[in-house]
């Protein structure tokens, strides 16, 4: 990556060369001379081209009835381009890409494009689309920086990523910014500036795909780097893309820099017009921040997620001194489920979705019953077992032979999806990935008796406190304090009660190994995904503990592999109820 620095730099410096065609807009009603410019912007597209859930293998759609796709943002942007004029118009990314349906995996796994050549569909779609720069995401990394390179080659947009840099110089691994040059006929062309800024929680969440080759540095300090030296080149209006929302917290404490820092940026560094955001998936339509240096009102704006929404930024750009300067902006996001896919996307990803649904749709073996996940926020079933099964399993052979052998083997599993479900009789690669929805690794770590007991204290935050004989709404006894369903993690391998009519801190009670109360310096060896294991929740403990397995193996894969080769799901031959919800020593269910 270090070979590619020097033609980084260059390259983002000589970006003020590039060009879009652009005719004045319409005089204002002052008679003052006014450039309109739309920027349009997408995040957190994940994966989803078309408006297709895999794991359904139906069309998608939810409760509030949102499409997703890039098929359906193309006829959005065509709509705007035409309304606005082409030459008006910008289109950004501000990442999360490349990870996160089946079609992504595919292309990454089964044929990687990294061993075909193919063109990643991702990058086939956005090219036909016509971005003019896409950001970098936390999830670019998910597969490895090999392939991760390789998108980057196929795209025509450059991809950015500035305070992504080379652990060895310091320098850039990626191009920091661009700028994009629009012709106004008769008038100095107006200067559009773009600084785009990644997630610092790569370091942890692809710690064993970038430690040692790449460092994630400060947003903020970045941008204050960098927006001088884009202003310098003549931008008229300067940008910033950031994979981070807008909250100003992390998820893994304070041992990297804010993980959601969007609107620190916007408030901290001088310069900026704009921030488009993303990672939190959430609409946010328009907010302003008043930069505490200048004054002025920085716009931000976030587009959901998966494509369900487009954010539309129109500026307003008069003369000032000589210069274009902003003398408006306002911002909206717009639902793409009011407009139909269009027909070339489709059209162009047809080959590599029709292979993706073949695969999703491959049976691998044959379930003895139904088993369903949606009672698993709070009750202990079979579909989870069977998650916590294999990845004893694993850990416990890959530990034979070692100093840890003699010790017990746990894990730990957490509701990803209410909906998955494995049907009586054939179950197939999307009914695997329907259960287990993200692209972790399996870790073994050891933790002691103590230490598990202040673990699953902290995952009983998730349930509301419940008085002994009050009635129990299942709408509001989970997901207290906004805790979402993949941070309530269940332990399998020991047995305990949650009492629900304790305070959050005093909930987990009978926790015993094998019959036995467990003892504080009680030693475990215990099954858990990367996420966890890198601080993904901020569960104690688990992210300083020894490591003694971690073989890269995809979970997901593990429980495909799993199944094809017994090519029986009998959960007599898993399903273990070890816990359950209590109050005052009486079941709740």
Not at 46 to 73: C, I, P, Q, R, T
Not at 114 to 120: D, L, P, W
Not at 401 to 423: E, K, M, N, Q, Y
């Amino acid at each position: 990556m270090s070979s590619r620095i020097g033609r980084v730099l260059a390259a983002a410096t000589a970006a003020v060369a590039a060009g879009l065609l652009a005719s004045p807009a319409p005089a204002s009603a002052s008679g003052g001379h006014t450039v309109k410019v739309t920027v349009m912007a997408t995040s957190d597209i994940h994966g989803n081209a078309l408006n297709w859930d895999y794991y359904k293998n139906a069309e998608y759609d939810d409760s509030a009835h949102n499409n997703v796709g890039l098929a359906k943002v193309s006829t959005l942007v065509g709509q705007i381009r035409a309304d606005r004029g082409a030459g008006h118009t910008l289109l950004f990314d501000s990442g999360d890409t490349i990870q996160g349906t089946p079609l992504d995996y595919y292309y990454a796994k089964v044929e990687p494009i990294t061993e075909t050549g193919r063109t990643h569909p991702m990058a086939k779609a956005m090219n036909a689309i016509g971005y003019d720069a896409v950001t970098l995401g936390n999830h670019e990394f998910n597969y490895g920086l090999p392939l991760l390179a390789t998108w980057v080659k196929q795209m025509r947009a450059p991809v950015l990523g500035a305070n992504a840099v080379s652990a060895k110089t310091g320098l850039p691994a990626y191009r920091p910014f661009v700028i994009k040059t629009m012709k106004v006929k008769g008038d100095k062309p107006v200067k559009v500036g773009v600084l785009g800024l990644t997630n610092p929680g790569i370091a942890i969440w692809d710690k064993a795909n970038v430690e040692g080759k790449l460092k994630f540095l400060d947003l903020v300090a970045t941008a204050k780097k960098w927006v001088p030296v884009i202003r310098g080149l003549g931008a008229d209006v300067v940008m910033v893309t950031a994979h981070a929302g807008d909250n100003g917290l992390s998820s893994y404490g304070t041992d990297l820099p804010v993980e959601n820092a969007a609107a620190m940026v916007a408030e901290q560094v001088p310069g900026i017009d704009a921030v488009l955001f993303g990672h939190a998936h959430n609409d946010v339509p328009q907010r302003f921040v008043t930069n505490k240096v200048t004054g002025r009102q920085v716009l931000l704006t976030e587009p959901g997620k998966w494509g369900q929404r487009l954010s539309v930024v129109d500026f307003t750009l008069a003369k000032q001194k000589g210069r274009w300067t902003v003398a408006g902006k306002s911002s909206t996001t717009v639902n793409t489920n009011t407009v139909a896919e269009d027909p070339k996307i489709v059209a162009l990803m047809k080959d590599q979705h029709d292979k993706t649904v073949g695969y999703v749709n491959q049976v691998i073996a044959q379930s003895k019953e139904q088993l369903s996940a949606a009672e698993s926020p709070y009750k202990d079933t079979p579909i989870l077992d069977y998650i916590q099964k294999v990845q004893t399993d694993l850990v416990s052979k890959a530990i034979a032979g070692t100093p840890d052998a003699s010790l017990p083997v746990l894990s730990i599993a957490a509701p990803f999806s209410r909906t998955a479900v494995f049907p009586a009789g054939p179950v197939s690669v999307r009914d695997m990935a329907g259960l287990y929805v993200y692209d972790n690794t399996l870790f073994g770590v050891k933790l002691t008796g103590a230490q598990i007991k202040d673990y699953l204290e902290y995952s009983a935050k998730y349930f509301a406190q419940v008085a002994p004989g009050a009635p129990v709404d299942l709408a509001t006894l989970t997901n207290a304090g906004g805790t979402p369903d993949y941070n309530y993690d269940q332990l399998s391998g020991v047995t305990y009660d949650i009492d629900i009519s304790q305070p959050v801190g005093q909930r987990i009670v009978g926790l015993s190994y094998q019959g036995t109360p467990v003892t504080a310096d009680q030693q475990f060896v215990v099954a858990v995904n990367n996420y966890r294991q890198s601080g993904g929740g901020g569960f104690p403990h688990v992210a300083t503990a020894p490591v003694v397995y971690n073989a890269q193996v995809e979970i997901r894969q593990a429980l495909i592999e799993y199944a094809t080769a017994s090519g029986t799901i009998d959960p007599a031959t898993f399903a273990t109820p070890n816990w359950k919800l209590t109050r005052a020593g009486v079941p709740v269910f």
